[in-house]
C-alpha cells in the first residue's frame, strides 16, 4: 500500500513545484475570500472564480508535463495564429461598452489577445534561441518589430491595459537576450521625442486618466472617481482593517469594479496595512521562487522566458497596486489570482505550468 501511494504521488505530482504550488494557493485562497467580499449580494463570482481555478490548475499539471523544449515548437504557429484572431477582433469582434476585444463563438466568448501573454514572449525566446551563438543588432529590431504588432492590434481595439502587459513580457525576453544599452537608450529617447505625436491619437478617456494622475480633484465625479473613491477606501482601513465582510466603502458601492481592477482596494480596507505588508510578501515570494526556478534553467530558451513570465510576476502587482493607490495611471490591469477572471486566471495557472516545467523536467531527464 505505502508503495502503490508513493507510485501515485510521483505519478501525479512529479512535474509540479509544491513551494510555487503553496505560495500560488495562498493567494488563491486570498484572493476567493475578497472576491466573494466584493461581490457578497452576487455571490456567484466567488463560485465562477473557483471554478476557474481548479480549470487552472488542470491547465497547469498538463503543460508542466511537457517539456519545454517541446512547447517551444508551438511558438511560432500560435503566434500567427494569435495575430489571425486579432484580425477577426477588428472585422467581427463583438463591441461591449465602446469596445472591441472579444470573438463570438456562439455560447461562449473569447478574447485572443489574453494568449499573447505568453505566445509573445514564447515566441522571442524561440527566435533568440536560434541565433543564440550570434545575436545581431538586426535581430533585436526583428523582435521588436513581432512584438509592435500584437501590442498596436491589441491597443488600437482599445485594450491598452492587456497591450502594456504583452508589450512589457515581450521586451522582457528582448532585455534578457542581451540589447545594448545605447540601442536601448536611443529607444527611451525615441519615445520621449513621440509622445508628443502620440498624444493626440490616445482616447479622450485615455488622456484624462493620465492627467487625473495629477490632480483627481479636477474631475472628483468623472475621470478621477475612480482614484479617489479609492484611495479612501485604502486608507480607511488602518493598521489591521475593518475586517472581512466590513468594508464600507465596498459595501456602499463607492468602488468601482471591486472584484476585477480595484479588489486591491476592498483588501487594503477590510484588512489593513497588515493584510497588505502579508500579501506583498506572498507576491514577494511567489517572484523570487520564480526568479531561482529562470536562473537554473538549461538553455537559452528557457532562461529567456522564464525570466520574462517572472518579471510578467512583477509586473502585474507593480502596475495594479499602483494605479488604485492613484501613484500610476489606470489601465485596467487585474491584480493576480485575486482579480475575477476566468481567462486572465487560466493564463496566470498556465504561466506557472510552464515555470514548473522548466523546473522539473531537466532533473528528470538527468535520471
Same mark, same amino acid.
Given at each position: 500500500?505505502?508503495?502503490?501511494?508513493?507510485?501515485?504521488?510521483?505519478?501525479?505530482f512529479?512535474?509540479?513545484?509544491? *513551494?510555487? +504550488?503553496?505560495?500560488?494557493? $495562498?493567494?488563491m485562497?486570498? %484572493?476567493?475570500?475578497? &472576491? @466573494?467580499? !466584493?461581490?457578497?449580494?452576487k455571490?456567484?463570482?466567488?463560485?465562477?472564480?473557483?471554478?476557474?481555478?481548479?480549470?487552472?490548475l488542470?491547465?497547469?499539471?498538463?503543460?508542466?508535463?511537457?517539456?519545454?523544449?517541446?512547447?517551444?515548437?508551438?511558438?511560432?504557429p500560435?503566434?500567427?495564429?494569435g495575430?489571425?484572431?486579432?484580425?477577426?477582433?477588428?472585422?467581427?469582434?463583438?463591441?461591449?461598452?465602446g469596445?472591441?476585444?472579444?470573438?463570438?463563438?456562439?455560447?461562449?466568448?473569447?478574447?485572443?489577445?489574453?494568449i499573447?501573454?505568453?505566445?509573445?514572449p514564447?515566441?522571442?525566446?524561440?527566435?533568440?534561441q536560434?541565433?543564440?551563438?550570434?545575436?545581431?543588432?538586426r535581430?533585436?529590431?526583428?523582435?521588436?518589430?513581432?512584438?509592435?504588432?500584437?501590442?498596436?492590434?491589441?491597443?488600437?481595439? *482599445?485594450? +491598452?491595459?492587456?497591450?502594456? $502587459?504583452?508589450?512589457?513580457? %515581450?521586451?522582457?525576453? &528582448? @532585455?534578457? !537576450?542581451?540589447?545594448?544599452?545605447?540601442?536601448?537608450?536611443?529607444?527611451?529617447?525615441?519615445g520621449?521625442?513621440?509622445?508628443?505625436?502620440?498624444?493626440?491619437?490616445?482616447?479622450?478617456?485615455?488622456?484624462?486618466?493620465?492627467?487625473?494622475?495629477?490632480?483627481?480633484?479636477?474631475?472628483?465625479?468623472?475621470?478621477?472617481?475612480?482614484?479617489?473613491?479609492?484611495?479612501?477606501?485604502?486608507?480607511?482601513?488602518?493598521?489591521?482593517?475593518?475586517?472581512?465582510l466590513?468594508?464600507?466603502?465596498?459595501?456602499?458601492?463607492?468602488?468601482p469594479?471591486?472584484?476585477?481592477?480595484?479588489?486591491f482596494?476592498?483588501?487594503?480596507?477590510?484588512?489593513g496595512?497588515?493584510?497588505?505588508?502579508?500579501?506583498?510578501?506572498?507576491y514577494?515570494?511567489?517572484?523570487?521562487?520564480?526568479?531561482?526556478?529562470?536562473?537554473?534553467?538549461?538553455?537559452?530558451?528557457?532562461? $529567456?522566458?522564464g525570466g520574462?513570465?517572472?518579471?510578467?510576476? @512583477?509586473?502585474?502587482?507593480?502596475?495594479?497596486?499602483?494605479?488604485?493607490s492613484?501613484?500610476l495611471?489606470?489601465?485596467?490591469?487585474?491584480l493576480?489570482?485575486?482579480?475575477?477572471g476566468?481567462?486572465?486566471?487560466?493564463?496566470?495557472?498556465?504561466?506557472?505550468?510552464?515555470?514548473?516545467?522548466?523546473r522539473?523536467?531537466?532533473?528528470?531527464?538527468?535520471?
Amino acid at each position: 500500500m505505502p508503495q502503490l501511494f508513493q507510485r501515485l504521488r510521483n505519478s501525479v505530482f512529479e512535474y509540479v513545484d509544491f *513551494p510555487l +504550488l503553496v505560495i500560488t494557493m $495562498l493567494l488563491m485562497t486570498i %484572493g476567493l475570500l475578497t &472576491v @466573494f467580499s !466584493a461581490t457578497y449580494d452576487k455571490s456567484t463570482h466567488a463560485f465562477r472564480q473557483m471554478a476557474s481555478m481548479f480549470v487552472g490548475l488542470a491547465v497547469m499539471w498538463g503543460v508542466a508535463r511537457i517539456h519545454p523544449q517541446r512547447l517551444m515548437r508551438f511558438a511560432a504557429p500560435l503566434y500567427i495564429a494569435g495575430l489571425a484572431l486579432l484580425v477577426l477582433v477588428v472585422l467581427t469582434g463583438v463591441r461591449v461598452n465602446g469596445a472591441r476585444r472579444w470573438l463570438s463563438l456562439g455560447v461562449v466568448r473569447i478574447q485572443p489577445s489574453e494568449i499573447f501573454k505568453i505566445v509573445m514572449p514564447m515566441m522571442l525566446a524561440w527566435y533568440f534561441q536560434k541565433y543564440e551563438d550570434a545575436i545581431k543588432m538586426r535581430h533585436y529590431v526583428a523582435a521588436l518589430l513581432m512584438l509592435a504588432v500584437p501590442f498596436l492590434l491589441i491597443a488600437r481595439q *482599445p485594450d +491598452l491595459g492587456t497591450a502594456i $502587459l504583452i508589450g512589457a513580457a %515581450g521586451f522582457y525576453v &528582448v @532585455f534578457f !537576450a542581451g540589447i545594448p544599452w545605447k540601442f536601448l537608450t536611443g529607444m527611451l529617447i525615441a519615445g520621449a521625442v513621440a509622445f508628443p505625436f502620440v498624444w493626440p491619437l490616445l482616447h479622450e478617456f485615455q488622456r484624462k486618466r493620465i492627467l487625473m494622475l495629477f490632480d483627481p480633484m479636477v474631475d472628483p465625479l468623472g475621470a478621477g472617481y475612480h482614484i479617489i473613491q479609492s484611495s479612501i477606501a485604502i486608507g480607511s482601513g488602518g493598521f489591521f482593517g475593518k475586517g472581512w465582510l466590513r468594508g464600507t466603502q465596498t459595501y456602499l458601492e463607492f468602488i468601482p469594479e471591486p472584484h476585477t481592477d480595484f479588489i486591491f482596494s476592498v483588501f487594503s480596507e477590510e484588512q489593513g496595512f497588515l493584510g497588505v505588508c502579508v500579501l506583498i510578501l506572498l507576491y514577494l515570494l511567489l517572484i523570487v521562487r520564480c526568479l531561482v526556478i529562470a536562473s537554473e534553467a538549461p538553455t537559452f530558451y528557457t532562461r $529567456l522566458l522564464g525570466g520574462a513570465l517572472t518579471m510578467s510576476f @512583477f509586473t502585474y502587482p507593480f502596475v495594479n497596486i499602483g494605479m488604485v493607490s492613484g501613484i500610476l495611471p489606470v489601465v485596467g490591469i487585474p491584480l493576480p489570482f485575486m482579480s475575477y477572471g476566468g481567462t486572465a486566471l487560466v493564463i496566470l495557472f498556465c504561466s506557472l505550468g510552464i515555470l514548473m516545467g522548466i523546473r522539473t523536467h531537466p532533473v528528470l531527464l538527468r535520471r
